[in-house]
């Protein structure tokens, strides 16, 4: 019986894929980020939306320098450099601990998710607010966040599969980057709060469906992995 730390890993990838439920669940958040798009395109909500950017976005030589230097710090953790480099390292690290499928999975789901995001916007074809000067540089349309999608797959997805122990925590910790992320795309004024709300729907139907594929397809290995049983006469006397 192996005690060590390949044989926790194995204990780990020998566990059943995750139900079928994930799958929904996962399918269901998408669908929700889709259904929230089609309302921002109809203005539906639109008047509170713009109260809520106009009180809570941060403005240049009224919000202290170091607050807003703080926000866009924030942001920049989301930009596609430095959640591209997180993204390697994950699916390297998950690489190392012997799950090729897992690291597959690692770094196909969230571009897969960014870049449908990406359609996403031109499909709604939402404005970005213009209610306070932008506090960043952006050049695309509004809805999804692009930043809240991609960080929410990213380190989600990550928490999904590495966490071996205290998950409910890993996940919490991956949740609130991504809730820190997405908000500051708010406080610059270059989001309305709708479009990081369907970024982080779809975002997590992305990170859950790449999970239970991940699991999917390590059990099967695994399972192909056992050794085949086979009965042996019985020695006489």
């Known amino acids: ?26 399918l269901g958040f998408m669908a929700l980020a889709i259904a929230l798009g089609l309302l921002a395109s ?15 976005a941060l403005r240049e030589h009224v919000t202290g320098d170091i607050v807003i230097a703080l926000v866009q710090w924030v942001s920049w953790l989301g930009e596609p450099a430095q959640r591209s480099l997180a993204m ?26 960014g870049a449908t995001s990406s359609f996403l916007k031109e499909v709604f074809s939402r404005a970005r607010p213009e209610v306070v000067p932008h506090l960043d540089t952006v050049t695309s349309l509004s809805f999804p966040s692009g930043h809240a999608t991609n960080v929410m797959a990213i380190y989600l997805l ?3 599969l ?23 795309r708010v406080l610059l004024g270059v989001h309305w709060p709708s479009d990081v709300l369907g970024g982080w729907l779809w975002g ?17 290995q695994n399972e192909k992995r056992s050794p085949i049983l086979t009965s042996r006469p019985e020695s006489g006397a």
């Open 1 to 26: 019986m192996n005690d060590g730390p390949d044989g926790a890993e194995n204990a780990v990838i020998a566990q059943p894929p995750a139900s079928r439920g994930m799958l929904v669940s996962g």
């Open 42 to 56: 109809l203005k539906v909500g639109f008047a509170a939306e713009r109260s809520a950017v106009k009180a809570i």
């Open 88 to 113: 390697v390292g994950f699916a390297g690290l998950l690489y190392w601990r012997n799950r090729p499928w897992a690291a597959l999975v690692m770094v196909v789901a969230p571009p897969f998710a």
């Open 158 to 160: 990550a928490a999904l």
């Open 162 to 184: 590495l966490a071996q122990v205290r998950r409910p925590l890993w996940i919490g910790l991956a949740l609130l980057l991504a809730a820190a992320i997405g908000t500051s």
């Open 204 to 220: 997590a139907g992305f990170a859950i469906i790449g999970f239970r594929l991940a699991r999917m397809k390590e059990a099967d």
